[in-house]
């Protein structure tokens, strides 16, 4: 997938859309980024929303909404959906210029949102590498077992060479399926409102302790009717109202 630059205002955003996409789905996307380069963005917005509401997701298509939403200022929305393609695109250099440049016209940026308990002790851990490195364990400790195995010799499995890989492999294989699972527990969202006012009590008559400007990153807590409880960078807790919110 090649996604050519464009220069998105005073901002430098990398504005031009993600062409490839499977097949079923190539007509309504390339309808989108038609809409796109002719300016049409509020056009664009729906019809990339279209292809979401049939189930489908891509790094592509989130940069692109964040591209479409950006050019419409609507800045909460154009961060939400960039997190979400760097979520599926960490290492895209565009996807971060963007990000980031975005950020800084909200007024919001770095908005780091440092994780807590498990999701604190797991960050930066990879599943897939912890997974793969107890199955390479795992399968040595197999193969040696299994080199050792002769007729009439059965205790080839008491051998530190080979109970120790196939452990080992076992307890790397069990951390992978614990961090992806707090992984997927983490839950953040992003202010697509406005603004939004940050009440110690999910009642509109609640104090306001402060208000929380668009594009604000803040981790997503307990629901109650109509409000959610957020966590901010510094630890600070509070509800705002639901719709003022966008999942990441």
């Keep these: 997938m090649r996604w050519l630059l464009l220069l998105l205002g005073g901002l430098g955003l990398l ?24 300016g049409q963005y509020g056009r664009a917005v729906d019809a990339y929303q279209t292809i979401l509401n049939t189930g489908h997701t891509s790094g592509a ?9 950006a050019r419409l200022d609507q800045l909460g929305q154009a961060i939400r959906y960039y997190e979400k393609a760097r979520r599926l695109r960490p290492s895209d250099p565009r996807v971060t210029h ?35 490195a107890g199955w390479l364990l795992l399968g040595s400790g197999l193969a040696v077992a299994v080199v050792w195995t002769t007729p009439g010799r059965t205790d080839s499995w008491r051998h530190p060479l080979v109970w120790g890989p196939v452990a080992g492999g076992l307890l790397l294989v069990a951390a992978a399926l614990g961090t992806a699972y707090v992984h997927s527990q983490e839950q953040r969202g992003v202010v697509v409102a406005k603004q939004a006012p940050l009440r110690a009590a999910p009642t509109p008559s609640a104090v306001a302790d402060t208000t929380l400007p668009e594009g604000t990153m803040v981790g997503i807590g307990d629901h109650r009717a109509q409000w959610t409880k957020v966590r901010l960078a510094n630890g600070t807790v509070g509800w705002v109202p639901a719709r003022a919110l966008g999942d990441v």
């Design 15 to 38: 504005g031009r859309p993600a062409p490839a996409q499977p097949d079923s789905l190539a007509h309504r996307f390339e309808t989108a980024n038609t809409a796109y380069a002719q």
């Design 61 to 69: 298509l989130y940069y692109n909404l964040g591209n479409a939403y």
């Design 98 to 132: 963007n990000l980031e440049q975005v950020r800084r016209q909200a007024g919001v940026y770095p908005g780091v949102l440092p994780p807590r308990g498990l999701q604190g002790v797991v960050q930066g851990w990879s599943p897939l590498a912890l997974f793969l």
